[in-house]
C-alpha cells in the first residue's frame, strides 16, 4: 500500500515554484502534477483551494482563462527559491 504525504500550503507553494522554473507561471495542473510526482495526495479542487491561498498571500497576480488559472510565480531569488521548494518537498 502507497502512502501519501499530505497536502499542506507549503508544499503547494514549493511545488509552484518548481513548476514555474522555466516560464515562471504555472497552473493548478501543474503544481497537481508536481506534487503527485513527489508522493503527495493532490486533487484538483484542493490544490487550486490551496494555490488561491498562497498565490494571494506570496503577492502573485494570476489570470482566469476560462477552464484554468495562470499564476505568474515570482522570480526573485528564484534560484535559491527553487532549491528550498526542492528540498521542501522532499522532506
Given at each position: 500500500m ?52 498562497v ?28 532549491l ?8
Amino acid at each position: 500500500m502507497t502512502r501519501f504525504s499530505r497536502l499542506t500550503a507549503s508544499a503547494v507553494r514549493a511545488a509552484a515554484l518548481l513548476a514555474a522554473t522555466e516560464a515562471g507561471t504555472t497552473t493548478t495542473l501543474d503544481v497537481k502534477r508536481e506534487l503527485r510526482d513527489r508522493g503527495y495526495w493532490a486533487v484538483q479542487s484542493d490544490v487550486s483551494f490551496l494555490m488561491e491561498q498562497v498565490a494571494s498571500a506570496s503577492g502573485w497576480p494570476w489570470w482566469d482563462l476560462g477552464g484554468f488559472r495562470l499564476y505568474a510565480v515570482s522570480r526573485a531569488g528564484h534560484r535559491e527559491e527553487g532549491l528550498a521548494a526542492e528540498v521542501a518537498l522532499r522532506n
